[in-house]
């Protein structure tokens, strides 16, 4: 299948600082970019949906100025926690798609741990 | 996006067939099944996806009702490396339903030796 790269693949901050995660799609043009955040022993939730030059879609509940979505290009996407607290602490996922083709599957990163001390 | 239920664990014997079940008796005519897996402190990784025919890939078989309410995915000869939970999700495909994919909470698969 296609790969989907997440870097960095774990970070660790101080509380008050910001961190950015990149998700690129390696050998496929993604036009959609899913972000995703699980806590231990839950389900991946979304959060939010980008389209390759267009703002985000911010699913209910999340805060689109704490967690920034660019999507520049179609191969790169990235989501930025602002003033991370300890309570961001989890495992974000990237997803991503090329919606020109209706019957793809969507590719998934590996992840990245964030722990906010 | 209809809603799937899955039971919450099953265990499997290495080698022996894993069959786990999905029930989306919502499912609409447009929407496709599809199964994605899970391996611990990983990114959800793609097995197969179906709208009313069986379907067989290297990895899995899917199994779909005639009524189209339910499902199984079958692993064939299962090893310990298919620990992981199994992810039953059903939505549309058409580009201009955004195709995003909204993860119940899966069945946690344990393939014992």
């Known amino acids: ?117 | 996006d209809a809603k799937t239920t899955q039971p919450t664990s099953m265990d499997c014997a290495e080698g022996r067939a894993a069959n786990l079940p999905c029930n989306h008796s919502t499912i609409s005519g447009n929407e496709y099944v599809y199964w994605y897996r899970q391996i611990h402190s990983q990114g959800p990784q793609y097995i197969i996806h179906g709208l009313k025919n069986n379907e067989t890939n290297e990895m899995a078989s899917l199994i779909i009702t005639e009524d189209r309410k339910s499902s199984t995915l079958i692993l064939p000869h299962a090893t310990l490396r298919d620990t992981a939970v199994y992810y039953c999700i059903v939505r549309v495909a058409e580009r201009n339903q955004g195709g995003k994919l909204i993860f119940g909470q899966g069945t946690e698969l344990s393939v014992k030796p």
Not at chain 1, 25 to 34: G, N
Not at chain 1, 82 to 101: G, V
Request: glycine share 6%; net charge neutral; proline share 3%.
């Open chain 1, 1 to 117: 299948g296609a790969v989907v790269s997440q870097h960095p693949s774990w970070v660790i901050c101080k509380s008050g600082t910001s961190v950015k995660i990149e998700c690129r799609s390696l050998d496929f043009q993604a036009t959609t970019m899913f972000w995703y955040r699980q806590f231990p022993k839950q389900s991946l939730m979304l959060m939010a949906t980008s389209n390759e030059g267009s703002k985000a879609t911010y699913e209910q509940g999340v805060e689109k100025d704490k967690f920034l979505i660019n999507h520049a290009s179609l191969t790169l996407s990235t989501l930025t926690v602002t003033s991370a607290h300890p309570e961001d602490s989890s495992f974000y996922i990237c997803s991503a798609r090329d919606l020109r083709n209706s019957y793809t599957e969507a590719f998934f990163g590996q992840g990245t741990r964030l722990t906010v001390v």
